[in-house]
């Protein structure tokens, strides 16, 4: 089916340069999509090195403009006057935007769709995290709680300032009636907000997709670098299960990982890495040799604690032919088969990670059919043809209703 071409205007608040985040990827990946296709992507973004960069007062600022930005509201409202886009496609707003833009968009006369690339609307940490556990108990809406338990960066007045800004969007509704439609990247996701009374018939799942370069990306070996070797590349954080894959390769003194990413857990990361002659931490590495060095090795542990909304490692691995072992949670329970083009693991199973992690390495067939399972999943749900197709479909369903 073909599609008209449209405006598309898109909002996205970027995360810490090097932070090599998924919604940013996906960010920059659709706007791409769209485009190639002929449609015309107006941006609207904020980084949060702004606030880094931000001198004291500044900084008083941008914490009020969580709950309501006058800025971003003009800004939005003007570029609707200027551009009249067929659709207002929101992906990241906090914490510089705020969700003044919706409020914006909305008053202006056009359709809003939000990708979800969290649980934020049921967790506002976006992580549905309590310490190491998962947690969805705000989900009732009654978040002072994360005051109590320190939630929002180990805070009691940072949480009580987050909890005080999702309350008040709470109580106007604002992510019920100012967005027309959710896409949510699992199932996970869409039976979270249905519990909180999200209407079901708003919400679509479509999973995110990058770039096929699996047939194309070169083999980087790196001299430092074993002949053979297991990878984790991503966010180098907490929520990430760092704590967990250290743990592992305590019990795993005999096969060598190579452990690629930035993140707050990175000095920590690093310190540890040197201890340890099997485990090569090369830190932050740009993305084609990091995918290279990737495609290289025998599969990827992807020990998550936290709901993945659709996790750009694991569809990239995917795309290489490479297995993965991964927690049975979120998005992973519908990426992998078990036994078939990898391994789920249940959250915080060490042991059993680590028995996976030995099958594979002693068996370069079994890992090798697994990989080529995966990129015939990966070929199957994961194209960028297909992604478009999806997208342009929810598009046009908000532009017929909103004509209805």
């Known amino acids: 089916m073909g599609y008209c071409r ?61 709950l309501w ?8 409202k003007r570029l609707i006057r200027k551009e009249r886009p067929d659709i207002v496609h929101v992906h990241t707003f906090f914490p510089l935007i705020s969700p003044s833009v919706l409020y914006a968009a909305k008053r202006a006369g056009c359709s809003v769709a939000a990708t979800l690339h969290d649980t934020r609307f049921i967790c506002p940490c976006a992580t549905s995290l309590r310490g190491m556990e998962l947690c969805n108990d705000c989900g009732d809406g009654h978040y002072l709680r ?26 106007r509704k604002s992510f019920y009636r100012q967005i027309d439609k959710y896409i949510c990247l699992n199932d996970s996701q869409i039976d979270l907000l249905r519990g909180i009374g999200f209407d079901r018939e708003k919400i679509e799942k479509k999973y ?38 250290m743990e592992m390769w305590e019990k795993i003194p005999d096969i060598p990982l190579v452990v690629m990413g930035s993140g707050p857990m990175e000095q920590e990361f690093c310190d540890w890495a040197d201890t340890k002659g099997h485990v090569h931490y090369l830190g932050y590495v740009q993305h084609e040799e990091c995918i290279s060095i990737v495609k290289a090795g025998m599969f990827v542990v992807f020990p998550s604690v936290w709901y993945e909304g659709c996790s750009m490692v694991e569809i990239e691995a995917q795309s290489l032919g490479i297995p993965l072992i991964a927690t049975d ?30 099958v594979l390495w002693m068996s370069p067939d079994l890992c090798r059919k697994m990989g080529r399972n995966a990129r015939q999943d990966y070929e199957a749900k994961y194209l960028a043809e297909d992604n478009y197709r999806q997208l342009m479909r929810i598009y046009d369903d908000l532009v017929r209703d909103s004509c209805m």
């Open 6 to 66: 449209m405006k598309i205007l898109m909002i996205h608040n970027f995360h810490r340069k090097g932070s090599a985040s998924g919604d940013d990827q996906v960010y920059k990946n659709e706007a791409a999509l769209l485009e190639a296709h002929g449609n015309k992507v107006i941006r609207y973004t904020a980084s949060n090195d702004v606030f880094d960069e931000a001198g004291a007062l500044k900084k008083m600022i941008f914490t009020v403009e969580m």
């Open 69 to 76: 930005s006058f800025r971003c509201y003009r800004d939005v």
């Open 146 to 171: 994360m005051c109590r338990y320190k939630c929002f960066k180990g805070s009691k007045i940072q949480s009580l300032i987050v909890a005080v800004i999702f309350k008040y969007h709470r109580i």
């Open 208 to 245: 995110n997709y990058v770039p096929d370069k699996g047939t194309e990306i070169g083999l980087v070996k790196r001299d430092a670098l074993p002949e053979r070797y297991a990878v984790y590349y991503g966010r180098i954080g907490e929520e990430k299960g760092i704590r967990l894959l």
């Open 329 to 358: 949670l979120g998005f992973s329970t519908e990426a992998i088969e078990d036994g078939v083009n990898g391994y789920r693991i249940p959250v915080g199973d060490i042991d059993g990670f680590v028995e996976k992690i030995r």
